[in-house]
């Protein structure tokens, strides 16, 4: 459920509530090797995410330290609608996903040649036709779709939210909120490998086969009650604490949580009290506990219309934001840290460091 709200990686900075950085918009072919450098002898990339919920693409071009986006896109499909019922996707929700690879493939084309990755995740994983989907994609866009697995994804999430790490805290807990899956990561310290953005080990992972879609559509999303929230809670809880019984990281001391999806960016826009989401307020910013829970109860008690009309979440959300909430609560239950930083970024980020760390743009 993570949002358009496209951006880079950048230093981390200190703590508090309404701590905000301002920083830089950092961020190639269709999966090709080839580099392709403009008038000015920039060298372009890109990554494009396809997941249950949304299409997301961002173009960027390499700094001294960092990187710059110079294109973003992104359109929610909902790929995955119906998928947990019937293991297939739907000819609908093709279409649309069909429609913003399109645009995606438009945008590549413009920049002529970019070196470039293009993942899919859990929706395409899961469903039987999935194969045939990625052929459909191929044949109608021209781009060539890789499905990747869930501790890649993981680790790509890891790799670009690693820059968002307290330094002075031993690592944190990151999960990631997704339509059909949700993944979970305990980092260690942040460590700089070259002069790029740093990067972060990633001592433990698990991917669980739940997300905001598949739960909102098990419990309903328009109208939650309290019953029903305690309920997707409690789904949650057992399998996050699977994860820290096997990360052994129970009671982990000196880490803070690392959220990033659509629901802790929600959070975050309502808890700014922001007119309109807007990425750079969102993006680095730090929550304590009670500020998590005010904004909890207070979407608890909001209806689905006054959710609808929220500007920070939207007739796109409405349905989602309260089961992306429950799983978000259990993650809180059972790793009480007082901190969350909140990142608007993550597998789009991850890919293009990865791709320009691989080509040695920060190693002199």
Not at 132 to 138: D, H, N, P, T
Not at 232 to 256: C, I, Q, T
Request: proline letters at 3%.
């Amino acid at each position: 459920m993570a949002d358009e709200r496209a951006g880079g990686a950048s230093r981390p900075h200190g703590t508090g509530s309404r701590n905000r950085r301002r920083h830089r918009s950092h961020f190639g072919r269709y999966g090709s090797t080839s580099r392709h450098e403009d008038a000015a002898g920039r060298s372009f990339y890109a990554a494009l995410d396809l997941g249950t919920n949304n299409c997301r693409l961002l173009i960027a071009h390499p700094t001294r330290d960092s990187f710059r986006v110079v294109d973003a896109f992104s359109r929610i499909v909902r790929l995955g609608e119906g998928l947990g019922r019937t293991r297939r996707l739907a000819d609908a929700a093709m279409d649309r996903a069909v429609s913003a690879l399109r645009v995606c493939a438009m945008k590549l084309a413009h920049r002529g040649g970019v070196r470039a990755r293009l993942i899919a995740t859990e929706a395409a994983r899961a469903a039987e036709n999935g194969g045939e989907f990625l052929a459909r994609v191929k044949h109608e866009s021209g781009l060539s779709l890789e499905i990747i697995d869930r501790e890649t994804e993981a680790r790509l999430a890891a790799y670009g939210c690693a820059p968002l790490l307290d330094p002075a805290a031993e690592g944190a807990i990151l999960f990631d909120i997704g339509g059909g899956s949700s993944e979970l990561a305990l980092l260690g310290r942040a460590q700089t490998v070259d002069r790029g953005p740093p990067t972060a080990p990633m001592l433990a992972w698990v991917s669980l086969s739940m997300g905001v879609v598949s739960l909102a559509e098990r419990h309903g999303g328009e109208a939650v009650s309290r019953e029903t929230f305690e309920s997707m809670v409690g789904e949650a809880v057992p399998l996050v604490e699977a994860f820290a019984r096997a990360a052994k990281a129970n009671g982990a001391d000196n880490y803070h949580l690392l959220g990033t999806s659509g629901t802790v960016t929600t959070i975050a826009g309502v808890h700014l009290e922001l007119p309109r989401y807007d990425r750079r307020q969102v993006d680095g910013v730090w929550l304590c506990a009670k500020e998590v829970n005010t904004v909890v109860e207070r979407l608890l008690s909001t209806s689905y219309a006054e959710r609808v009309a929220h500007p920070c979440i939207g007739a796109e959300r409405a349905d989602l934001v309260l089961a992306g909430c429950a799983i978000f609560e259990a993650i809180r239950r059972v790793f009480p840290c007082e901190r969350l930083r909140v990142a608007d970024r993550g597998l789009r980020e991850g890919m293009l460091v990865e791709l320009m760390r691989a080509d040695g743009v920060w190693a002199n």
